[in-house]
């Protein structure tokens, strides 16, 4: 498991905490700075994620499928 999806559970367990703590906070008492901390935190922990390299690699396509030679088409 790379680093970009531990980062990214991370960051959407925070966010699903953060709203059920947010639901609870009346009921139970706690302060809502707590919850609204935890969704910033989820939020910043998801956009530092995205803006980490993947480790998928893609194929580049080569000059031959550009030119359609790939495709048994010749010239």
């Not at 966010?15 to 009921?27: E, R, Y």
């Not at 993947?54 to 000059?63: F, L, N, R, T």
């Not at 499928?65 to 010239?75: M, S």
């Given at each position: ?52 390299p ?10 031959k ?11």
């Open positions: 498991m790379s680093l970009r999806r531990i980062v990214a559970w991370i960051g959407i367990v925070l966010a699903v905490g953060g709203f059920i703590v947010l639901a609870l906070s009346l009921w139970l008492g706690i302060h809502f700075m707590i919850p609204v901390l935890m969704i910033a935190a989820a939020f910043g922990a998801l956009v530092i994620a995205r803006r980490m993947s480790d998928i690699v893609e194929e580049q396509p080569s000059e499928a550009e030119n359609g030679e790939a495709n048994g088409q010749e010239e």
